[in-house]
Nanobody, 121 residues
Framework: QVQLVESGGGSVQPGGSLRLSCAAS????????MGWYRQTSGKERELVAV???????EYGDSVMGRFTISRDDAKKTVYLQMSNLKPEDTAVYYC???????????????WGQGTLVTVSS
């Protein structure tokens, strides 16, 4: 079984920065996609950023130019560097990943438990 464990959430003032980390554990052969989504009360979960199999990062429109995603496949970890944070970035941030488990093509897709980011003065 694969587990995703997030860390790095917290409170920050507008204009500040935070770095989120998500580490995957378990019997993983390789990483397909790994990234971040966020959700606020009453809204659907939305894409923040993801690194796909191709290695090219993709970003949600609202974070383009302010957030940077990176992935360390050796550590099975994805990072989200968030800069120039705004109050509207306040949300629970969820790590999401799809992993290849064996040579037969078995995959696992799931979510972390979420970490709260609060941007407020």
């Amino acid at each position: 079984q694969v587990q995703l464990v997030e860390s790095g959430g917290g409170s920050v003032q507008p204009g500040g920065s935070l770095r989120l980390s998500c580490a995957a554990s378990g019997s993983i052969l390789s990483i397909n996609d790994m990234g971040w989504y966020r959700q606020t009360s009453g809204k659907e979960r939305e894409l923040v950023a993801v690194v796909t199999t191709s290695g090219v990062p993709e970003y949600g429109d609202s974070v383009m130019g302010r957030f940077t995603i990176s992935r360390d496949d050796a550590k099975k970890t994805v990072y989200l560097q968030m800069s120039n944070l705004k109050p509207e970035d306040t949300a629970v941030y969820y790590c999401n990943g799809e992993f290849r488990l064996d040579l037969f093509g078995t995959t696992w897709h799931g979510w972390g438990q979420g970490t709260l980011v609060t941007v407020s003065s």
